[in-house]
């Protein structure tokens, strides 16, 4: 017999399996992870139990799945309470591709915005640093020299790092995405002799990465405070905090191609 799908079975997958996901989500590095493998292998023990005729066994399980009615609820209180708040907030529906896309360029706002904060507080204090923005090509060999942190982007960290003294203020800061990755991290220095002399080893290692790869690195120099770019070879100095930040939103902020977007391209077509 021909199965009739309607266009209300279609949207009612469509949704179950959104709630799914975001179920998933939700208990993803949690405990809650290992309990529901465990409720997995008693429903395939179960299965498998009344599949071979153990009936003892089977009826064992069975009873320790009914009491599991009960007692789910309690077992994942932690995950339930955060599902109702993130419904109550209107975050359950923020995994759809335009709430994603809006939040991430939210996320680079912040970075670009942090690191346009920090570095005139280093310059005017004449604390160096060495500030790496992965882009297309993986430094995973650069970061492997240093201490790794894999820790959300904020401004107040990526200060502290550079602060003398600090275990971490020698050597570069690697930023992937809106991550720091890891920090002390050590730069292949520039072999070029046309560099200027009175540029320190910071703006040559700065200069020596971007001739090995596509990454952008904004370096703050500890004699003159200046503020310079590096990127493929060339090292733009000195830039004011508005140039800098027009710098970062140009060659560094990933387009977005959000749901408005998509919008006005179709009206100008």
Same mark, same amino acid.
């Given at each position: 017999m021909p199965v009739n799908i309607s266009l209300l079975d279609i949207f009612d997958i469509i949704l179950t399996s959104f709630i799914l996901y975001n179920i998933l989500l939700l208990i993803k590095d949690t405990p809650a992870v290992q309990l529901t493998k465990g409720l997995v292998i008693l429903f395939i023990l179960s299965f498998l139990t009344n599949w071979f005729g153990f009936r003892t066994i089977?009826?064992?399980?069975?009873?320790?799945?009914?009491?599991?009615v009960v007692a789910i609820p309690i077992i994942f209180q932690p995950e339930l309470r955060r599902l109702l708040l993130k419904m109550g907030k209107g975050g359950f529906f923020m995994n759809l591709p335009f709430f994603q896309q809006e939040e991430e360029n939210k996320k680079w706002e912040e970075l670009i915005n942090g690191i346009v904060m920090v570095t005139p507080m280093l310059s005017a204090e004449r604390i160096g640093a060495l500030i790496v923005l992965e882009r297309e090509v993986k430094l995973q060999d650069i970061l492997e020299t240093g201490i790794t942190l894999n820790s959300d982007f904020s401004s107040e960290l990526l200060y502290s790092i550079f602060i003398p003294n600090s275990p971490l203020h020698d050597g570069a800061v690697i930023i992937r995405g809106n991550r720091i990755m890891s920090a002390n991290c050590i730069l292949p220095l520039t072999k070029r002799n046309d560099i200027?002399?009175?540029?320190?080893?910071?703006?040559? &290692? &700065?200069?020596?990465l971007s001739?090995?790869?596509?990454?952008?690195?904004?370096?703050?120099?500890?004699?003159r405070g200046t503020i310079s770019v590096a990127i493929d070879g060339r090292l733009t100095r000195p830039l004011k905090p508005q140039l800098l930040k027009k710098f970062l939103q140009n060659l560094y902020r990933p387009k977005s191609f959000g749901f408005f977007e998509i919008m006005k391209k179709g009206k100008k077509k």
């Open positions: 089977n009826w064992l399980i069975k009873g320790f799945m009914t009491m599991l200027k002399k009175y540029l320190g080893t910071r703006h040559r &290692a &700065a200069i020596g001739e090995n790869s596509d990454a952008l690195i904004v370096v703050v120099s500890e004699e």
